[in-house]
């Protein structure tokens, strides 16, 4: 099955902890990306990265990190600085970062604060 | 400031009763628009794009520069169009997608 993976499908994380969201993309896109899914927000960009050791970041990147370090890869991390973190995340990839080229989601992470 | 509006949060029609999802976009260059679906327990795809202008499981959309608006419509809606749909729109040279924040489609038998 090929395209774009996203793990865990479910994760729960207490207070205070770090956890890392993982991304894999084997369609050799250059660009990928995380947005965060929140009821009635839409979806709100976090990080996005271009090519392999490069990424920026969104509109809501605050409290999380990420890296590129191999095309096919863009973990993110949700650190304790993130107030909310709770929410359904999702990666995308797309060919390159031009505005006409569809993005291509996973199937999401749904994280929970305890 | 680029944005999105999709003024309904929900959208529900009967089976065969034509459909349209609105959309509107504040962008001052020329955009490129997208509607995005999301089904039940899929993952959230490219429905179309203005600059293809084609047809997609019936579903169009037609770009008003001058209302600034991109709604989707589809003459006869059936059960299986019930899902989440997302308006979006890419601006300026780095194509990053600014989405809507959703309407959800309800389609009744």
């Known amino acids: 099955d090929g395209g774009i993976t996203q793990s865990p499908k479910y994760l729960f994380r207490k207070e205070g902890q770090n956890v890392t969201l993982s991304c894999e993309q084997n369609?050799?896109?250059?660009?990928m990306y995380w947005y965060r899914q929140d009821p009635g927000q839409g979806l709100r960009l976090i990080y996005y990265s271009q090519i392999v050791n490069d990424f920026q970041k969104g509109d809501i990147a605050e409290g999380y990190s990420v890296s590129r370090e191999k095309k096919e890869s863009f973990p993110l991390t949700v650190t304790s600085a993130q107030k909310n973190p709770t929410a359904f995340y999702l990666c995308?990839?797309?060919?390159?970062?031009?505005?006409?080229?569809?993005?291509?989601f996973g199937p999401g992470t749904r994280l929970t604060v305890l | 400031a680029q944005r999105v509006t999709q003024p309904e949060k929900l959208l529900s029609v009967f089976k065969g009763a034509p459909v349209e999802l609105k959309c509107n976009y504040s962008y001052s260059g020329s955009p490129e628009l997208f509607w995005y679906v999301q089904y039940s327990r899929q993952r959230l795809q490219l429905l179309l794009r203005h600059i293809s202008r084609e047809s997609i499981k019936g579903f169009t959309a037609d770009l008003n520069k001058g209302e600034t608006s991109f709604h989707l419509k589809k003459p006869f809606a059936q059960e299986e169009d019930s899902a989440m749909y997302y308006c979006a729109l890419s601006g300026g040279s780095q194509g990053n997608l600014i989405f809507g924040k959703g309407t959800k489609l309800s389609v009744k038998p």
């Open positions: 995308a990839s797309s060919i390159a970062q031009t505005r006409e080229h569809e993005q291509f």
């Open positions: 369609l050799n896109h250059d660009a």
